[in-house]
C-alpha cells in the first residue's frame, strides 16, 4: 500500500499522521474548502449524529482511514425524505460507506412491545425519529436515487447482524440479507478496522468493487460459486423463510462460523444467479493495533453544531468511561457478541489506557470520576486460553457454559494492576466498574484480592450483576450458570464486603419470558424476589434481536444447537404478564399479576400472609399503608384513645391534622 500523505509512519499495520488536522471532519462544503478538499474519498452516512468519540462506530472507522491518508467526510442523520440530503458533500471519490448508528435503527425507535420510543440518545437533545426505519436500506436507496454507479459499502451492527437472511421481530418473518434489500455493494461485519482499509486500498488502486471478493470480514453478491473453495453451503433463502426446521439449520451453521482462524466461507442462495457469499471474519487486532486505533486523534466530543440543540445524551454516559476490551468469551444466549466481536478477547495497552485517563483528567467537565473501564465484559482482560489466538474458540464448546472449561485461563492480576495504576493518577478521585463483571469467572479465581479491590475501590453502594434468572432450566437456554453459583457469589461478596465495613449491594439484572421460561418459573422467580426482599427497578423483557441463539429459538421453537423444541413465551400477553410478576408490587402490574396467578393456579399467592404477593384486591394507598405498617396503626389508634380520653371526649387538633380556629 502507498503511503499518501508526508509525516506519516506505520505502526503493526496502523498508519499514524503526525500532521492530522486536530480537528472534526468535514461535515459541509465549507469544511472542505477549509482543508483544500476538492473530492472526498469517502463519504460516511451515520444515522447516530456525529460524535467524534472512540465509543463510536463511524468516529473509529473515519480516522482509521484518516490514518491511511483518506479523505473521508461525515454526512449525519440525513433527511431520508430528501434525495438531495445525502449530496451535502458532493460525490465521492471512492464510494458512500453507510450504517445505521451505535444501534439496529429498530431496537432504538421501538421498545419490545414494538411501541415507539420517547427518546434517542443519540441524537440531538434526545429527539427520536431523526433516523428511518431499517436506516441501512434506506439511505442506500436514497444514495442510488442520485448516484446510480457509486460503489457503497455497509457495515455497523445493523448490517452487521442482518448480513444473511435473518428473523426480523418485527415484521415477524424472514427478511433477505440486507445486502439485497439494501442493493448495497459490500457488506463488512465485525469491528471493521482491517476490512475497511483493505477495501478501501483496492479501490483506490482500481480494482471494482464487484470484484472485492476476497476480504476477510466481508459479504458480497455473486451470480455462481465456480471461483469458490472450502465453502459450506447453507440452506437457500425459500426454505428458511418458510421452514422454522430449516431456518434454525442454517442458524447453527452460522454460529458455528463466526470465528477468524476456523470458520468457512458460508454461501447462501436467493435465485438462479445470485448468491450471498460471507467470508470468514477478520482477525482479531493485536495489543498494538488496538493502541493505535484508540491513540487517534478523536475530538472526544459531538460536533459544535449541536450545542444549540441540547447536545448528544449519549456522549455523556461514555464520555469519561474507558474501553479496556473487545470481544467476549461469555456466550450468552440473547447477546449478539458473538455474531459481531467475536469470543476471542483483544484488549489495550496499559500505557494506552492510562494515556487516556490522563487525557481525560485535563477535560475541563472532568469531576475526577472515570466512570467505567471495561467493555462487554470488564473482567475480562485475555483470551479464555492459549490456543486461541492460534487456533481459535472451540465450535461446540463454551468457556464457561455449563461450568468452566477446565482450559480456561482465570487470572484477574492484568486487571487489578491497571486498576491501581489509574487510581494512582493525579486529579483521578475515583474508578468505577459499570460495564458488568462476570460472577462465574469471579467464583472459578480463589484468590480473594480482585473482589476485595472491587468492593473498596471500584464500586459505590451498589454491584450490577446478571444472573437474569433463578431457574436452572431457563438459565440453560440463556447460556448462563446456575442459580447456586449466584448464591455463592452472593455469599462471598458479602463475606468480602463486610471487611471493608462499607453498607454496599447487589443489585441483579433479570430478564422475563426468555425461551424456556414458563409460567411456572415466572412465578418462581417473583417468589424469588419476594424473599429478596428488593424490587428490581429495572426488568428487561427478552428482546428478540437479530442473529441471537435465543430470538432463533423464540421464532422457530427450538434450541438449533440440539434441534430440541423450548417452550417459548410469543404472546404479547404472556409476555407482559411474566414482565408484570418480576414487579408484582407496582400498583399498575395488579391485575395482570393477580390474572397470572389465578390462570395458573398459584392463588395461595393471593393474600395478606407474608408469602404472598398480592392482596385479594386491588388496594388504595390508605389500604396499602395500612396493610404495610399494621403495627404503627394500631399504636396510633391507641394514642387517639388515650387523648380522648384525658380530654373528656375532646379531639386533639393535631391528630385530627386541623387548627383551632382563633
Known amino acids: 500500500m502507498n503511503v499518501k500523505c508526508s509525516g506519516v509512519y506505520r505502526a503493526c499495520g496502523i498508519i499514524t499522521d503526525k500532521n492530522m488536522l486536530n480537528n472534526f471532519l468535514p461535515v459541509s462544503r465549507s469544511d472542505m474548502e477549509k482543508r483544500g478538499w476538492e473530492q472526498c474519498d469517502f463519504v460516511y452516512i451515520t444515522g447516530d449524529a456525529y460524535v467524534d468519540h472512540s465509543s463510536f462506530g463511524h468516529a473509529i472507522i473515519s480516522r482509521v482511514l484518516e490514518a491511511f491518508g483518506y479523505k473521508v467526510g461525515i454526512i449525519a442523520q440525513p433527511d431520508w425524505k430528501d434525495k438531495n440530503s445525502v449530496t451535502a458533500l458532493g460525490r465521492p471519490r471512492l464510494g458512500f460507506l453507510v450504517t445505521s448508528g451505535n444501534m439496529d435503527s429498530m431496537v432504538n425507535h421501538y421498545t419490545v412491545n414494538k411501541k415507539r420510543r420517547h427518546s434517542d440518545a443519540y441524537s440531538p437533545g434526545g429527539e427520536i425519529g431523526k433516523r428511518p426505519d431499517y436506516a441501512v436500506v434506506v439511505y442506500c436507496n436514497l444514495i442510488k436515487q442520485t448516484y446510480k454507479d457509486c460503489p457503497i459499502i455497509i457495515g455497523g451492527i445493523e448490517a452487521s447482524l442482518r448480513r444473511l437472511a435473518h428473523y426480523d421481530y418485527w415484521s415477524d418473518k424472514i427478511k433477505h440479507s440486507v445486502l439485497i434489500d439494501s442493493g448495497a455493494d459490500l457488506l463488512l461485519y465485525g469491528m471493521g478496522e482491517r476490512s475497511v482499509v483493505e477495501v478501501a486500498d483496492a479501490l483506490d488502486s482500481g480494482i471494482d468493487v464487484s470484484d472485492i471478493t476476497y476480504v476477510k470480514g466481508t459479504v458480497y453478491r455473486a451470480k455462481n460459486t465456480e471461483n469458490l473453495y472450502d465453502f459450506i453451503t447453507l440452506p437457500d433463502y425459500e426454505k428458511v423463510s418458510s421452514d422454522k426446521l430449516e431456518y434454525a439449520k442454517s442458524f447453527k451453521i452460522q454460529h458455528e462460523n463466526t470465528d477468524a482462524f476456523t470458520a468457512k466461507t458460508l454461501v447462501e442462495k436467493y435465485k438462479e444467479k445470485c448468491y450471498i457469499v460471507q467470508n470468514p471474519p477478520a482477525l482479531p487486532l493485536t495489543t498494538t493495533q488496538m493502541d493505535d486505533v484508540y491513540a487517534l486523534p478523536y475530538m472526544r466530543a459531538y460536533h459544535p453544531m449541536y450545542e444549540k440543540m441540547g447536545g448528544i445524551p449519549a456522549l455523556s454516559e461514555i464520555k469519561f468511561s474507558i474501553t479496556s476490551n473487545r470481544g467476549c468469551f461469555g456466550g450468552c444466549s440473547f447477546c449478539a457478541l458473538t455474531f459481531h466481536q467475536g469470543r476471542i478477547v483483544q484488549t489495550r495497552s496499559h500505557e494506552s489506557i492510562v494515556a487516556e485517563a490522563v487525557l481525560m483528567t485535563k477535560d475541563k467537565d472532568f469531576k475526577g470520576y472515570i466512570h467505567d473501564v471495561g467493555g462487554p465484559t470488564a473482567n475480562f482482560r485475555h483470551p479464555s486460553c492459549r490456543k486461541q489466538l492460534t487456533k481459535g474458540v472451540c465450535t461446540n464448546r463454551q468457556c464457561l457454559y455449563p461450568s468452566p472449561?477446565?482450559?480456561?485461563?482465570?487470572?484477574?492480576?492484568?486487571?487489578?494492576?491497571?486498576?491501581?495504576?489509574?487510581?494512582?493518577?493525579?486529579?483521578?478521585?475515583?474508578?468505577?466498574?459499570?460495564?458488568?463483571?462476570?460472577?462465574?469467572?469471579?467464583?472459578?479465581?480463589?484468590?480473594?484480592?480482585?473482589?476485595?479491590?472491587?468492593?473498596?475501590?471500584?464500586?459505590?453502594?451498589?454491584?450490577?450483576?446478571?444472573?437474569?434468572?433463578?431457574?436452572?432450566?431457563?438459565?440453560?437456554?440463556?447460556?448462563?450458570?446456575?442459580?447456586?453459583?449466584?448464591?455463592?457469589?452472593?455469599?462471598?461478596?458479602?463475606?468480602?464486603?463486610?471487611?471493608?465495613?462499607?453498607?454496599?449491594?447487589?443489585?441483579?439484572?433479570?430478564?422475563?419470558?426468555?425461551?424456556?421460561?414458563?409460567?411456572?418459573?415466572?412465578i418462581e422467580l417473583a417468589e424469588y424476589i419476594r424473599d429478596l426482599g428488593y424490587m428490581p427497578e429495572q426488568v428487561q423483557d427478552f428482546y428478540p434481536t437479530p442473529s441471537t441463539l435465543s430470538t432463533c429459538m423464540y421464532y422457530t421453537g427450538v434450541d438449533p444447537r440440539t434441534m430440541q423444541p423450548v417452550y417459548t413465551p410469543v404472546s404479547p400477553h404472556e409476555k407482559a404478564m411474566q414482565r408484570a410478576l418480576i414487579q408484582y408490587k407496582k400498583p399498575e402490574n395488579y391485575d395482570l399479576v393477580k390474572e397470572a396467578l389465578i390462570k395458573y393456579g398459584r392463588t395461595d399467592l393471593i393474600g395478606f400472609d407474608k408469602k404472598c404477593l398480592i392482596p385479594p384486591r386491588k388496594l388504595k394507598s390508605s389500604d396499602a399503608y395500612a396493610k404495610t405498617q399494621p403495627v404503627k396503626r394500631q399504636r396510633i389508634n391507641a394514642s387517639r384513645n388515650k387523648i380522648q380520653h384525658a380530654g373528656n371526649g375532646r379531639k386533639d387538633n393535631n391528630i385530627n391534622g386541623k387548627k383551632k380556629k382563633r
Open 405 to 522: 472449561c477446565k482450559n480456561l485461563t482465570v487470572d484477574h492480576r492484568d486487571y487489578i494492576s491497571l486498576l491501581r495504576k489509574l487510581r494512582n493518577i493525579d486529579g483521578v478521585k475515583k474508578v468505577f466498574i459499570r460495564s458488568g463483571i462476570r460472577f462465574d469467572y469471579c467464583m472459578a479465581d480463589h484468590d480473594d484480592l480482585f473482589l476485595s479491590e472491587l468492593c473498596k475501590h471500584h464500586i459505590s453502594g451498589q454491584l450490577r450483576v446478571a444472573p437474569e434468572h433463578i431457574s436452572d432450566n431457563v438459565l440453560k437456554y440463556m447460556g448462563k450458570p446456575s442459580n447456586g453459583v449466584y448464591q455463592s457469589f452472593i455469599k462471598r461478596y458479602q463475606r468480602i464486603n463486610a471487611k471493608t465495613g462499607k453498607e454496599q449491594f447487589i443489585v441483579p439484572y433479570l430478564m422475563s419470558s426468555h425461551p424456556g421460561s414458563t409460567m411456572k418459573e415466572a
